[in-house]
């Protein structure tokens, strides 16, 4: 993998329709400010964008972490509440919660399963872009 890589994506929009997010080969996503900002609440918003891209990364890092580790997992779901909040007067997200929910198969290593989503939590190049708090809390359990 040669660095750096761009990403390009563009809005558009008019005074009163929704925004257009739009990349090359990808489906349009239609955006609105979040209810709490007076928008819709029907939409994707760029904090639901944010929170959701904390979400698919942690997922995708498991994943490839587990893949290189060569560890078969049955399923993972993985949730994440982002904290908007006000300090000094500028408006950030402050904290990340993921909720990991992970299943392995009978005969699995549980300790094992733990240290790669601390793993995933730590390689996260989502999270690492951004300066707010990250808690990782997970459930390990044993497909029956």
């Known amino acids: 993998m040669n660095f750096p890589h761009h990403y390009r994506v563009a809005a558009r929009c008019t005074a009163t329709e929704v925004v257009t997010l739009s990349a090359a080969g990808l489906t349009d996503i239609a955006s609105a400010a979040p209810q709490q900002f007076g928008g819709p609440g029907n939409l994707w918003s760029p904090e639901d964008l944010l929170v ?4 698919d990364c942690f997922a995708l890092s498991f994943r490839a972490i587990a893949a290189a580790s060569k ?8 949730r994440v509440t982002g904290t908007l909040d006000r300090v000094e007067r500028i408006m950030l997200f402050t904290e990340f919660q993921i909720e990991a929910e992970l299943t392995i198969p009978a005969g699995g290593d549980t300790s094992r ?5 601390e793993k995933a939590e730590q390689a996260c190049l989502i999270t690492n872009s951004l300066k707010s708090t990250v808690h990782l809390s997970s459930r390990v359990t044993v497909a029956e």
């Open 52 to 55: 959701a891209a904390v979400a």
């Open 71 to 78: 560890f078969e997992f049955v399923h993972l779901e993985c």
């Open 113 to 117: 399963a733990e240290r790669l989503l």
